[in-house]
C-alpha cells in the first residue's frame, strides 16, 4: 500500500528497551528518518538511516533496517521517562522531487 | 544553530479573518516546508519552496496562500478559513531540495483554531 505503518501504541518499563518498528513502502528511498514529537511540540530529528546501510547507533538509540523486508526499528536502550513521546517513522520518496511520507506515529509510554 | 521559528505559537481567527503564520531559520538552508498536522494524526506536506520558489503545492486550497519573501522567511498567509482547517502547522527546513542532502529541521508549530 502506500502508508508507512506502525503500530499505535507502546508501553515499557522505565529502564528497559523499547522497540519500535515501522513497515515503509517504497523499496527506492534513499533515507529513512526517526522523528520524535512531545506533547503540543513540533517534530525532532532523532537519527537517520541510508539505505545502504543496515544499522546506525547513536548513543541509547540503535536503528535496524531491513531493505528487503522494508522493516525498520529504532531501539531506544535504558528508557526514561523523558522518552514519553509519539515517535515517527517516515522515508523520503523519490528523487528529484523527494517528500518525506511519515507513518502514522508510535505512542510510547513508560511505566515506573 | 538547528533552530526553526515560528510565529505565533497559538492563533484563534474566525471564518472572515485574515491573518499569517511565520517561520523563520538562519541555518542557510535553501528549502522550506509548510506541514498540516490534525491531532493523532502524522504531518502532511502542503508547499515546499526550493531557492524562494514554490516547487510543490500538494492541491492545497487557495485560502491557503504561502509567501517566501527570501531565504531565511516563509510565510502561510490564512483568509476564510474553515473550522475543518484547526491544526498544527508546522515549519520546517533543509540545507536543500536535493535527496542527497535531506535533514529536515521543524519549528515548534502554530497551533490554529478557526471558530
Known amino acids: 500500500g502506500e502508508d508507512v505503518e506502525q503500530s499505535l501504541f507502546l508501553s515499557v518499563r522505565e529502564g528497559d528497551s523499547s522497540v519500535i518498528n515501522c513497515t515503509y513502502t517504497?523499496?527506492?528511498?534513499?533515507?529513512l528518518y526517526w522523528y520524535k514529537q512531545e506533547p503540543g511540540a513540533g517534530l525532532q530529528l532523532l537519527t537517520y538511516i541510508f539505505s545502504n546501510m543496515d544499522m546506525k547507533q547513536d548513543q541509547r538509540l540503535t536503528v535496524l533496517l531491513n531493505k528487503k523486508d522494508k522493516h525498520l526499528s529504532l531501539r531506544i536502550a535504558d528508557t526514561q521517562t523523558g522518552d514519553s513521546a509519539i515517535y515517527f517513522c517516515a522515508e523520503l520518496r523519490g528523487s528529484s522531487a523527494s517528500k518525506i511520507i511519515f507513518g502514522s506515529g508510535t505512542r510510547l509510554s513508560i511505566r515506573p | 544553530d538547528t533552530e526553526v521559528t515560528q510565529t505565533p505559537k497559538h492563533l484563534v481567527m474566525g471564518m472572515t479573518n485574515k491573518k499569517s503564520l511565520k517561520c523563520e531559520q538562519h541555518m542557510g538552508h535553501r528549502a522550506m516546508y509548510w506541514y498540516k498536522q490534525k491531532a493523532k494524526k502524522p504531518p502532511e506536506l502542503m508547499f515546499v519552496y526550493s531557492y524562494e520558489k514554490l516547487s510543490i503545492n500538494e492541491s492545497v486550497p487557495s485560502r491557503f496562500s504561502p509567501e517566501c519573501p527570501n531565504s531565511s522567511l516563509l510565510n502561510l498567509h490564512l483568509h476564510a478559513l474553515q473550522p475543518e482547517d484547526s491544526a498544527l502547522y508546522l515549519c520546517a527546513s533543509s540545507q536543500d531540495f536535493a535527496a542527497s542532502s535531506y535533514e529536515q529541521y521543524f519549528g515548534p508549530g502554530t497551533r490554529l483554531t478557526v471558530t
Open positions: 517504497d523499496s527506492s528511498s534513499t533515507y
